[in-house]
C-alpha cells in the first residue's frame, strides 16, 4: 500500500518531493544509529521518509516503504534503471551498462572540456554523452526542467488493451481455420442427409 507521504512525479507540480532529498543524501558514510555494525554504510534511502541516507540495519523501522539502493562506479552515486524506472521517468538521461546491469548517475560530473569529436553533450554541465541523450544525470535533468516545462518525471502508464479485443481477434481466427475446412465438412454432412431421405418405389 502506497505511503501518504510517498508521491510520484505529476506534471502540474513537478518532481516528486523525495527526488531533490536523494540527490542531496550523503551516501557511503557511516551510519550515525548503527556505526558498530559491520554494515553500517549507508546505501539506501526511504522515498517515504526523505531523510537521510539508511543502512541495512536501519531497514526493520523501513517497512512496506520504498526504499532503493544506491551504488558507486567512478567515486559518483549511481542507481539502476530497473529500479528508478519504477517510480520516474528517466528518458533524455544517459544509461551505461556496469557490471552488467544498466544504472545512470544521481548527479552532475561536469568535465573540463569536451573530448574531441564529441557531438552530444549534457545541456547542463557539457559533459560529454555517448549517445544522443540530453543529460548526464537525473541531476542536471532536474535542473533542465527549469527552462524547459516540456521535460517531465511523471511516468505514463502503457494503454490497456481491451479483452474484447482478444475475443473478436480469437473469433477471426477460429472463423477462419473454420473456413478453409468448409468443404469437406459440408460434403459430408450432405452425404449422411441424402441417405436418410425415403424414396418411392417405382410404378
Known sequence: MMSPMFRLGNEDTGP???????LEASFFVPCQFHGDSN??????????CMGNALCSSCLPGH?????VQIRRSSYHNVIRVSEVSKFID????????????????????PQPRPGKGVTDA??????SLLDSFR?????CKLEGMRTNPELTFTLH???????THDSESDESSVGSSISSGTPPIVISYRTSRRKG???RAPF
Open 63 to 67: 517497512k512496506d516503504h520504498h526504499v
Open 135 to 139: 543529460f548526464c544525470s537525473i541531476g
Open 197 to 199: 431421405v425415403p424414396h
Open 16 to 22: 516528486p518531493p523525495w527526488l531533490r532529498p536523494l
Open 90 to 109: 528517466i528518458s533524455c538521461i544517459q544509461t551505461y551498462i556496469i557490471n552488467s546491469a544498466k544504472i545512470v548517475f544521481l548527479n552532475e560530473r
Open 122 to 127: 549534457c545541456e547542463i554541465c557539457s559533459r
Open 39 to 48: 554494515k553500517s554504510e549507508c546505501n539506501l534511502y526511504c522515498l517515504d
Open 157 to 163: 502508464p502503457e494503454p490497456r488493451r481491451e479483452p
